[in-house]
């Protein structure tokens, strides 16, 4: 799928660059584009937060990033390019941790991919947080089970918005 | 036959150098290393939750193996805690 994008970022080495992916998903033909920044927030469930360390198990992620694309292309029926990139290393306070954006003919396919691989990225890729908090302490979030679609896991985490319960459980 | 496991997540807490190898007997498949590595980490790393690796995934930098697959020969595999990206 070349009007797909996939990449994953050492932060050290670069920040995700949103004006980038809205760059990538602009084409002629597309009068709609939808974009998710999801950003490291400064509390979570009651603790404030200082920062995130994202672990990738990187070749899997971005496997599953295009596999994700490529289930969105087949979903929409539309044309469509689509762009997701990702974090990896310690992130601070108000740093991007995900940027998502598509772009299509109309608003509503572009919402609607930007909604499905933003979704896929947070319950699919092999991606894990530790959150980092003002006492000191630090902690993985607890996630989706890759191996058991009905887990019982829930998730809180410190990025983005704490969404719908898509699949039983919040984010 | 020695399996190399990398670690992510809360599981890389389980050792230092980032992966654990363990033995199994030949044609093994997933479930029973997801066995033995639940053994190893009770006797090696008390500290991990056991019941983590019950509902962690194994795979190859290609797919995930479930439990019914044979374990590959040669092929450093991964484990995979629940994942919370975004």
């Known amino acids: ?171 | 036959m020695n399996v190399r496991i990398a670690l992510y997540g809360a599981l890389r807490e389980a050792d230092p150098r980032g992966y654990l190898e363990v033995d199994v007997p030949p044609d093994s498949t997933i479930a029973t290393l997801r066995e033995l590595l639940t053994e190893h980490l009770r006797d090696h790393a008390p500290a991990i939750n056991a019941g983590l690796v019950r509902v962690s995934a194994f795979a190859s930098a290609d797919e995930i193996l479930h439990n019914h697959r044979k374990v590959p020969e040669n092929l450093e595999l991964a484990v995979l805690p629940p994942v919370s990206g975004g």
């Open chain 1, 1 to 171: 799928m070349d009007d797909l994008h996939v990449a994953v970022v050492e932060r050290q080495l670069a920040a995700l660059n949103v004006a980038e992916a809205l760059d990538f998903v602009s084409d002629p033909r597309f009068g709609g584009i939808a974009v998710f920044v999801g950003k490291v927030r400064e509390f979570n469930l009651g603790r404030q937060v200082t920062g995130i360390s994202y672990d990738l198990f990187e070749p899997l992620a971005l496997r599953t990033f295009r596999a994700i694309g490529e289930r969105a292309q087949h979903e929409l029926g539309a044309p469509l390019k689509l762009y997701i990139a990702h974090a990896k290393g310690h992130l601070s306070l108000g740093d991007v941790a995900v940027v998502v954006a598509a772009g299509t003919p109309h608003r509503a396919e572009a919402f609607q991919a930007c909604r499905l691989a933003i979704e896929a990225v947070k319950h699919e890729a092999p991606i894990w947080k530790q959150e980092h908090y003002i006492d000191g302490d630090s902690a993985w979030s607890e996630g989706c089970s890759l191996c058991q679609p009905e887990s019982d896991a829930t998730a809180h985490d410190a990025t983005g918005e704490d969404g719908n319960a898509v699949h039983g459980h919040h984010h």
